[in-house]
């Protein structure tokens, strides 16, 4: 029987944080876009007050999946909510638990930490995916439209400059 392992990530695995990171991008076919490096996951992971914390899966020792994740708020419910902004489990360990695993610790994490919500997005297109959140009984937020500012645009609205439409 293989042993299942969820432990916090610690500054050790920062290169098997960047490999599992890289592995995601080029299966959600956004390679290109990964610009995280070591110094990068260093100061945001493993600083003296970390607002975003990662989890490493292990099968019998090996390192097969991780996860990262913070904590929002909704002023709705008066209560913080666990954002899950990674999840990633190497394709030969997929379908053996890893990643229900995980999703299990990040929701004992939330009910610890007296959390309202527990988050996360999928891409539309990622059906194995969407039909394993669905069979966990997670429900898409199909009303909410998810906006995302970046690069030029960030730094105009930043500036207080005009953008054209």
Not at 53 to 68: H, N, Q, R, T
Not at 89 to 104: E, F, I, N, S
Not at 128 to 152: C, H, K, V
Not at 153 to 161: E, H, N, P
């Amino acid at each position: 029987m293989n042993t299942l392992n969820i432990r916090p990530a610690t500054e050790q695995d920062i290169d098997l944080i960047l490999h599992f990171v890289r592995e995601l991008a080029i299966y959600e076919k956004a390679e290109h876009e990964v610009l995280a490096t070591p110094e990068h996951v260093r100061r945001t992971l493993f600083c003296a007050n970390p607002a975003v914390f990662g989890l490493i899966c292990e099968v019998d020792g090996k390192a097969v999946g991780f996860a990262v994740y913070f904590f929002n708020y909704s002023t709705w419910q008066g209560q913080h909510g666990l954002y899950l902004e990674d999840l990633y489990v190497t394709p030969d360990a997929r379908g053996h638990g890893a990643g229900k695993a995980l999703l299990q610790h990040l929701a004992q994490i939330a009910v610890d930490r007296n959390c309202g919500r527990f988050e996360w997005s999928v891409l539309d297109w990622n059906t194995p995916s969407i039909q394993f959140y669905d069979r966990l009984g997670a429900l898409p937020q199909n009303e909410w439209i998810r906006y995302r500012m970046t690069g030029t645009a960030l730094q105009a609205l930043a500036a207080g400059v005009q953008t054209p439409a």
